[in-house]
């Protein structure tokens, strides 16, 4: 279990990871799918003292809303025609834990109403039981979607959302993460040696360079599949993915040029990038765009100059 990264947001993050962890109360982290939330939720629970107690994962768009209690709470022998005996839930299993819910967006109505009752007082009762519970009990949950949205759409029970929502963090995408994905590409590689026993391959100079400017819809999930399949097909001692499915990268190296050239086309391509797309999470405010990218204000407005970027492009 590592966090791997170098960048300011990310750091930002690992800062932010070490605060919660002090603190025992729900937390909520939020992320595009592949930006690694459980093992976020992972750092959380061994910084914390509940370190040497169980973190037991459970993804909620997994569970059948038919056993969804039983999933949380277990049940007492005879509860039910084929229980034949008695069988924990979850929040016994990670008792003096963590419960980690993975997709909380995909619980049904009635799972939500559950678990609402289970934060408020911390008590639950197994199908069959005749009494209550208390459970020592921490609860991270986790979504890739837009809960606020979900909860103005009726979608997502708003007194939920608030009890899950005391603690919150945004994991920020690779493509925000500037520098970062050679660095996990390299530890990828590693893991690659260590875990098949194979020769340590290198990563070419054309894919060093991709790699940065490639914008990771799947995240760092898609980047650790990638250098896995590649390491374990590709010939010889270096990786050259880079080819294969970036054009872009190709048609900005200079034929005759030199690999600084090439490498100071592709930066400059995904400095732009990258501005823009902090502009448009933030509605155009430089101050929270600037934040986010660990800069200074005054010296993100240079950047808007140098790439020709107005901020009134990106407000609403």
């Not at 049940?75 to 016994?92: K, N, Q, W």
């Not at 050679?182 to 020769?199: G, H, K, N, S, V």
């Not at 760092?220 to 080819?243: H, K, Q, W, Y």
Request: aromatic content about 8%.
């Amino acid at each position: 279990m590592k966090l791997v990264g170098e960048s300011p947001v990310f750091l930002a993050v690992t800062r932010t990871l070490a605060r919660m962890a002090r603190f025992e109360i729900p937390i909520l982290i939020e992320g595009e799918t592949g930006t690694g939330k459980e093992l976020a939720a992972r750092v959380v629970h061994y910084q914390s003292e509940r370190a040497n107690r169980p973190f037991i994962p459970v993804n909620c768009g997994a569970l059948p809303e038919t056993l969804v209690e039983n999933e949380l709470f277990g049940h007492e022998r005879g509860a039910f025609t084929d229980a034949r005996e008695s069988r924990p839930g979850v929040i016994t299993l990670a008792e003096g834990g963590t419960l980690f819910l993975d997709e909380i967006e995909a619980l049904s109505a009635k799972a939500q109403v559950s678990l609402l009752r289970f934060l408020q007082d911390h008590r639950n009762r197994p199908l069959g039981a005749a009494t209550d519970r208390r459970a020592n009990v921490r609860i991270i949950a986790a979504t890739n979607q837009n809960l606020e949205r979900l909860v103005e759409r009726g979608e997502f029970r708003s007194d939920l959302f608030f009890r899950i929502k005391i603690l919150f963090l945004n994991l920020p995408p690779l493509r925000l993460r500037a520098g970062d994905a050679t660095l996990l590409a390299d530890y990828f590689l590693d893991e690659c040696t260590r875990r098949f026993q194979q020769p340590r391959k290198r990563l070419s100079p054309q894919t060093r360079i991709w790699l940065e400017s490639y914008q990771w819809p799947g995240n760092v999930r898609e980047l650790e599949n990638l250098i896995v399949r590649e390491s374990l097909m590709a010939d010889g001692t270096e990786l050259v993915c880079a080819p294969q499915v970036s054009p872009a990268v190709t048609a900005a190296a200079p034929q005759a040029g030199s690999y600084a050239a090439a490498k100071a086309a592709v930066v400059a391509d995904f400095e732009r990038r990258f501005v823009r797309d902090l502009l448009t999470r933030s509605s155009g405010n430089v101050t929270r765009a600037a934040a986010e990218a660990g800069k200074d204000r005054r010296a993100f407005g240079p950047l808007l100059k140098k790439h020709g970027l107005r901020t009134s492009e990106f407000r609403p």
